[in-house]
């Protein structure tokens, strides 16, 4: 019975989990799983360009909390304050 209530106290902190998003362009790197490489010329342009980038993608700024999942296939394309693309990479 001990050893229940333990497991069951363990798993309920496993849920749900949302780390802070990396502020440079290197954490995530990899390989190029999603095609990323084909996307580099959008860094420095505004977030309309990343309307191109087929999905599964995901826009999100350097401030903002995101999931910590990570799907090969998926483009992130990160933005910064100014919505500006800094980075765009698989994950």
Do not use: H
Request: aromatic fraction near 4%; proline fraction near 5%.
């Amino acid at each position: 019975m001990k050893y229940s209530v333990m497991m069951l106290a363990l798993l309920a902190g496993c849920g749900g989990a949302v780390v802070q998003a990396p502020a440079g362009g290197t954490a995530g790197a990899g390989p190029d799983t999603c095609g990323a490489s084909g996307f580099q010329d959008l860094v420095g342009r505004g977030a309309a360009a990343a309307l191109v980038v087929p999905e599964p993608k995901r826009l999100y700024r350097t401030d903002e909390a995101i999931t910590q999942d990570f799907v090969p296939g998926r483009l992130n394309v990160v933005l910064d304050e100014t919505d500006t693309i800094i980075a765009v990479r698989c994950g």
